[in-house]
C-alpha cells in the first residue's frame, strides 16, 4: 500500500514537471509573436489619430510618461511624439474621461500643438450597449467626427454637445457619456497646445512608470 502511493507520488510529480516544462517552452515560442501582435496594433491606432505622412519618425519609439489632471487623473499617461525633420510636430497622448456613464473611458487624441485635433479614438469603455457605446468605432462613427476640428481654448463653448450648446451630437438617451468623452478631447488638446517647452523634460517610457 505505501509503496503504491510512493509510485503514485512519483508519477503526478513527474507528471507535473513535464506539464510545467511543456508551458514555460510554449510560452517562450509564443511570446516573441504576442509582442509583435501588441506592437502592430498600437502602431495601427496610432496611424489612426496622427496621419503617417505628418511625420518621419518612430513614433513607438518616442514614448514618454506624462502627468496632467487635463488627462483626466493623477496616473502616468503614454505619450507617442511625431517629428518630421527632428522637429515636434504633433503627438498623440493616453487621456481618461473619468466621468463616463458606466466607469472611466480611455482614449488616445492626436493633435499638433496649434490646437487641431488629428484623431481620437476609444480604447477602452465600459457604456451600456445600445446607448453609450457608440463611443467606440466598432458600433458607430461618432468619434471621427473630432478629426478636423480646433480647440481655440479651455473655455471653448464649442466644445459641447448640441444639447448644451455645442457643435457635437449626443446620443438619444445617453448624453453623459459624449459629454465626458467632448470634455476630456478638449481639455487634452489644450494641454498638447502648451506640451512643446515641455517635451526635452518628459521621462522615457523605457525609464520609469509612476503610476
Avoid at 509582442?35 to 496621419?51: E, F, G, N, T, Y
Avoid at 487641431?116 to 445600445?130: D, F, I, K, M
Avoid at 463611443?135 to 463653448?157: C, E, M, P, Q
Avoid at 465626458?180 to 478631447?185: E, T
Wanted: negative net charge; hydrophobic residues 35%; proline residues 4%.
Amino acid at each position: 500500500m505505501l509503496t503504491n502511493m510512493r509510485k503514485h507520488g512519483v508519477t503526478l510529480a513527474v507528471f507535473a514537471a513535464l506539464c510545467t516544462a511543456l508551458t514555460a517552452t510554449v510560452n517562450a515560442l509564443t511570446e516573441p509573436t504576442i509582442h509583435q501582435q501588441a506592437v502592430s496594433q498600437q502602431r495601427q491606432l496610432i496611424d489612426q489619430v496622427i496621419p503617417p505622412a505628418l511625420h518621419d519618425n518612430d513614433m513607438l519609439k518616442e514614448c514618454y510618461w506624462v502627468t496632467d489632471t487635463a488627462l483626466g487623473n493623477g496616473t502616468a499617461h503614454r505619450l507617442y511624439l511625431a517629428r518630421r525633420h527632428g522637429q515636434p510636430v504633433a503627438a498623440a497622448v493616453e487621456s481618461t474621461a473619468p466621468d463616463g456613464y458606466s466607469g472611466s473611458i480611455q482614449l488616445l487624441v492626436g493633435a499638433d500643438f496649434d490646437g487641431n485635433v488629428l484623431g481620437t479614438r476609444v480604447t477602452e469603455h465600459h457604456e451600456t450597449p445600445g446607448l453609450g457605446d457608440k463611443i467606440d468605432l466598432r458600433v458607430s462613427d461618432w468619434i471621427t467626427h473630432f478629426a478636423g476640428k480646433h480647440v481655440a481654448s479651455d473655455h471653448d463653448a464649442t466644445w459641447a454637445v448640441k444639447k448644451d450648446g455645442g457643435q457635437f451630437d449626443q446620443f438619444t438617451g445617453a448624453t453623459i457619456t459624449p459629454r465626458a468623452v467632448v470634455n476630456r478631447v478638449k481639455r487634452t488638446v489644450v494641454y498638447l497646445k502648451n506640451l512643446p517647452k515641455d517635451i526635452d523634460h518628459l521621462p522615457q517610457c523605457g525609464e520609469h512608470h509612476h503610476e
